[in-house]
C-alpha cells in the first residue's frame, strides 16, 4: 500500500455572495474531486489546536502528524532548517518577508499592500535581500535568503518576541503593528531607505509590478526538535513543496525533500511536476509515504481573489491529483490518498482562520459509497469529524 496526502494550502473558505453563496471549493470545476468522493470518505477534521494561531506552520504540522502543543517553536526556525541554517539553542529566528508598503506617508504611517511583492521572484529577492544583509548584517543579526518573498534572519542570543504576521493586516496602517523591540524596528524602517530607490525596485515599478520597499520581521522561534516521521510512522516519506516551511518541516522530521523544477510556491507553479515527481517517488523511488504541498490557493486568498482561488483549485484537480490517481492505477498500485487544506484562508478576511476544514480519504481498495461532496459544507453533512488535527495521518496509515 502506498499513501499520499495532496495539501491544498488554504484551499477552504466561507460562502461568497458573488458565488451565488457558494464557495471557492464549490464553485471550482473539479470532475476528479467529484468523481473521487463518491467513493470517498469525507468529513471535517480540526487541524488548529484550540489557543494556537491558525497559521501554515501549525497546521501542516498538525497534518503530518506532529501536535503542535508538543513540537511547535515558531515559524521561521522550521524555516531555517530548510536553508540550511544550524540554529544555536540561544538562537532566536525571524521570517524576513519583503513586502510592498504604500510610499507617499512616514513609515510609521505608511499601509501595508502586499505580504509577497508581488509574488516576486527568487533571483530579485536575493538583491534586494544582500542588500539589506550588507547594510544590516552584523554579528547579532544575520540575513538569509530563502524563496520568493520568504527570507530568514538570525539574531544571536536573541529573545522570542511578539510579532505580527503581514498577511495579517493587509490595507492597515502599519503603526502599531510594528516590533516594540527598538533594534527590529529600526533595522525595518531603514530597510526602507535601503530598498526603495533600489534599481530592482526601480525597475519592477517600470514594468507596473509592486516593488519590495521594506522587509517585515515576524514568526520569532527557537530551534525545532521533531522525531523522525520513519522511526514514528515506519513509512520512507517525501516532502514536495516550494515553500521553505515545508522543506523545513520535512528536515526537521528526517523526510527527503523532492526539488521539482518550476515549483515556485505561486499560481503558475508546475503543478504536473509536483505530480509527476510524486509517483516516480513511490514507484521507482521505494518511498511509502508522499506529501504533495501546494501554495497557490493560501496565496490567491490572501490577494483576494476569488477567480484566481477558483484557478488554483481547478490546477490541484486537473494537475495534480488526477495525474496521481490514474498514474498509480495504470500502474496497478493499491492507494490511500488524502485531499484536504491545512486551513482556510477565507477572500473576506485575507487571511487564515482555525475553522476545521474538509477532508477526503480515497482507498483504492476499498471504495465507498457516498453522496456527500467534498466541500466545507459536505465535510459538515457528513457527521464524519476528526477533533485532533495530528490524529489524520494514522488514520491515513490505518490500512
Given at each position: 500500500m502506498k499513501y499520499?496526502?495532496?495539501l491544498g494550502d488554504g484551499m477552504a473558505d466561507y460562502p461568497i455572495d458573488e458565488l451565488n453563496g457558494k464557495t471557492p471549493l464549490e464553485a471550482a470545476k473539479t470532475p476528479t474531486l467529484d468523481a473521487l468522493s463518491k467513493v470517498s470518505e469525507v468529513g471535517l477534521v480540526h487541524t488548529i489546536p484550540e489557543g494556537m494561531a491558525p497559521g501554515s506552520d501549525t497546521a501542516n504540522l498538525s497534518v503530518i502528524g506532529y501536535d503542535p502543543k508538543i513540537y511547535y517553536t515558531g515559524r521561521s526556525p522550521l524555516e531555517a532548517l530548510s536553508i540550511g541554517v544550524d540554529m544555536e539553542t540561544t538562537d532566536i529566528s525571524f521570517r524576513c518577508n519583503i513586502v510592498t508598503l504604500s510610499e507617499e506617508e512616514p513609515y510609521e504611517e505608511k499601509t501595508i499592500i502586499d505580504h509577497s511583492a508581488g509574488e516576486i521572484t527568487t533571483e530579485e529577492a536575493k538583491e534586494l535581500v544582500e542588500a539589506v544583509a550588507k547594510e544590516l548584517g552584523n554579528e547579532l543579526y544575520?540575513?538569509?535568503?530563502?524563496?520568493?518573498?520568504?527570507?530568514?534572519?538570525?539574531w544571536k542570543n536573541g529573545t522570542v518576541i511578539d510579532l505580527v504576521p503581514?498577511?495579517?493586516?493587509?490595507?492597515?496602517?502599519?503603526k502599531e503593528y510594528l516590533p516594540k523591540d527598538e533594534v527590529l524596528n529600526q533595522m525595518m524602517k531603514k530597510s526602507y531607505d535601503i530598498l526603495s530607490n533600489h534599481p530592482v525596485n526601480?525597475?519592477?515599478?517600470?514594468?507596473?509590478?509592486?516593488?519590495a520597499n521594506s522587509i517585515w520581521f515576524w514568526g520569532a522561534g527557537t530551534r525545532p526538535a521533531l522525531t523522525s516521521f520513519e522511526e514514528k510512522n515506519h513509512k520512507k516519506a517525501a516532502m514536495i513543496s516550494a515553500v521553505d516551511l515545508l522543506k523545513g518541516i520535512a528536515v526537521g522530521a528526517n523526510m527527503t525533500n523532492i526539488t521539482v523544477e518550476g515549483a515556485n510556491g505561486g499560481l503558475h507553479t508546475n503543478y504536473k511536476g509536483k505530480a509527476k515527481a510524486a509517483v516516480k517517488a513511490l514507484e521507482e523511488d521505494g518511498f511509502d509515504f508522499v506529501y504533495i504541498h501546494v501554495e497557490a490557493?493560501?496565496?490567491m486568498g490572501h490577494q483576494g481573489s476569488i477567480e484566481r482561488k477558483i484557478q488554483a483549485i481547478e490546477n490541484l484537480d486537473e494537475k495534480v491529483i488526477k495525474i496521481v490517481k490514474e498514474e498509480l492505477e495504470k500502474?496497478?498500485?493499491?492507494?490511500?490518498?488524502?485531499?484536504?487544506?491545512?486551513?482556510?484562508?477565507?477572500?473576506?478576511?485575507?487571511?487564515?482562520?482555525?475553522?476545521?476544514?474538509?477532508?477526503?480519504?480515497?482507498?483504492?481498495t476499498d471504495e465507498k459509497d457516498n453522496t456527500f461532496a467534498y466541500s466545507e459544507k459536505g465535510g459538515k453533512e457528513s457527521g464524519n469529524y476528526i477533533e485532533q488535527g495530528h490524529t489524520i495521518i494514522d488514520y491515513l496509515f490505518s490500512k
Open positions: 499520499v496526502v495532496v544575520q540575513f538569509y535568503v530563502g524563496t520568493s518573498y520568504r527570507h530568514l534572519t538570525i503581514p498577511h495579517d493586516i493587509l490595507g492597515k496602517t502599519i526601480l525597475k519592477r515599478k517600470e514594468q507596473g509590478l509592486n516593488p490557493p493560501d496565496e500502474r496497478g498500485e493499491d492507494f490511500r490518498m488524502l485531499v484536504l487544506p491545512d486551513h482556510p484562508t477565507p477572500i473576506a478576511i485575507r487571511t487564515h482562520c482555525s475553522d476545521p476544514v474538509p477532508y477526503l480519504l480515497y482507498d483504492s
